[in-house]
């Protein structure tokens, strides 16, 4: 069984610029997570997909990040305009189910972004 | 300081020697998870244990959960130098999963060969 993944794994851009990450979570996996890593912090949570509808998005930073999950497969999130402080590693999680105590969440390798 | 704190930050020993990786947190959990990351890589999921939960083992980890001191304990045994990575622990602290997780900044453990 293929794990999460995402695409792409690095990306360099310019301050202004628009990027766009993409998770693939394990299939069946209802619930999908976006976590991000800045330099020298702890992993953050960002938000929380079940199926196509945002769960919780108590995480994002501003609304310069969009994230979508169309169909409630595949996510999306893009920054644009891209800040020097969204440089950092993306992670993407999954989890097949959602309940009161909570499901073991599978990460993929992550987007490392840099934003010059 | 953060829900989620390991301890200590950075932990050398031999090959051969168990390594043991502390960490505490602040409210009222779900679970608490531990994972590892390779440098560079993703997060590998190690262990979940819940919080009605005491003790669980898998393979040469031991993972130790005290609701009352809000702490857990990741013991690793008979380390090998392939074990050398950042080790994380991250509490579920929602309902239902709607929070997501909160991860402390980690230990990175070096075994020396």
């Known amino acids: 069984e293929a794990g999460v993944t995402q695409f792409p794994s690095h990306s360099v851009i310019e301050k202004g610029q628009t990027v766009t990450l993409r998770c693939d979570p394990i299939s069946g996996h209802d619930n999908l997570y976006w976590y991000r890593r800045v330099m020298g912090k702890e992993i953050k949570f960002l938000l929380h997909?079940?199926?196509?509808?945002?769960?919780?998005e108590s995480g994002m930073p501003n609304n310069r990040f969009l994230a979508e999950r169309t169909g409630g497969t595949y996510s999306t999130l893009k920054v644009q305009p891209a800040e020097l402080e969204d440089s950092g590693v993306y992670f993407c999680?999954?989890?097949?189910?959602?309940?009161?105590?909570?499901?073991?969440?599978?990460f993929g390798p992550g987007t490392r972004l840099l934003v010059l | 300081s953060q829900q989620g704190e390991e301890d200590p930050q950075a932990l050398s020993i031999q090959e051969g020697e168990n390594a043991t990786m502390n960490c505490s947190y602040k409210t009222s959990i779900n679970n608490l998870q531990w994972y590892r990351q390779n440098s560079g890589r993703g997060l590998v999921h190690l262990i979940l244990?819940?919080?009605?939960?005491r003790e669980k083992h898998s393979g040469r980890l031991r993972v130790t959960l005290d609701t009352s001191k809000k702490s857990s304990s990741l013991l690793i045994t008979a380390s090998r130098a392939a074990d050398t990575a950042s080790y994380f622990c991250a509490t579920d602290t929602s309902g239902g999963g709607a929070d997501g997780l909160t991860f402390g900044k980690g230990t990175h453990l070096i075994i020396q060969p």
């Open positions: 999680a999954s989890s097949q189910v959602w309940g009161p105590r909570g499901e073991t969440q599978y």
């Open positions: 244990i819940r919080s009605n939960e």
């Open positions: 997909f079940v199926k196509e509808s945002k769960q919780d």
